[in-house]
């Protein structure tokens, strides 16, 4: 494997990471954008959490992954990532927790940080469902099309992902957890559908268009470096 693969192995793996931890600081944060339209659900306006763009660019890192090293490597990829956000959860949690010199502001730390466990436990749901889905059904599609057709196996495996994941992390996120942990803003379900809708027709919206930069990236690093065999791997 070229040095400039090793490089680009490295990088999509950071972008993969960077962009998970920062989903899980941002998504309690709902944005809001007016439209030119009334749409079913959503109407003038949609609404999602703030994590919805930098969690599309997960997909978009295993997408690049997948095409480059495998669907081994890239399940090894997102199910590292998996118990990382066990990580950031304990890391959190733990200096919530620590003995704080201000206690005003230890106030106010955990008011903001400690809805972040509803966005950790919603997300860690959808994440192992949704990324694995994603490489499954990348690879399904790579079987049936070959190298050929990159754009299908991105915007396919990703647009079915996406819509799994948005389900799954706004109920569990935004309905289920706050009932149960008694934390964290509570929305009807009205306000979930939105959120729900909101969210996935951004992150299809983001399949569409980063289309050109996995091909970008892919040839980039030399292509496929995978076998028929699907055994490719991350580098030695």
Request: glycine letters at 8%.
């Amino acid at each position: 494997m070229s040095e400039r693969s090793q490089v680009g192995s490295v990088a999509l793996v950071a972008l993969f990471v960077t962009a998970l931890t920062t989903a899980q600081l941002t998504a309690s944060k709902l944005l809001a954008f007016s439209l030119p339209v009334e749409l079913p659900v959503t109407g003038a306006i949609i609404i999602l959490p703030g994590a919805a763009l930098a969690y599309a660019l997960t997909f978009f890192a295993s997408d690049c992954y997948s095409e480059l090293y495998g669907r081994r490597a890239a399940q090894v990829m997102v199910n590292v990532g998996f118990v990382m956000n066990f990580v950031l959860l304990a890391l959190v949690w733990s200096t919530i927790l620590a003995p704080a010199a201000n206690p005003e502001s230890a106030s106010q730390f955990r008011a903001v940080l400690a809805p972040g466990t509803n966005i950790v436990l919603g997300s860690l749901l959808a994440y192992v469902v949704s990324q694995n889905w994603d490489v499954l059904v990348f690879h399904r599609i790579r079987e049936a099309t070959g190298e050929s057709m990159l754009w299908l196996r991105n915007i396919g495996s990703t647009a079915t992902s996406q819509a799994i994941d948005t389900v799954i992390f706004v109920g569990v996120a935004f309905y289920v957890a706050p009932r149960v942990l008694g934390f964290g803003p509570r929305f009807e379900i009205p306000v979930i559908l939105s959120l729900i809708v909101g969210q996935y027709l951004l992150k299809l919206l983001i399949a569409l268009v980063d289309t050109p930069f996995v091909y970008a990236v892919v040839a980039a690093l030399g292509g496929s470096q995978i076998g028929a065999d699907d055994e490719g791997w991350a580098p030695e």
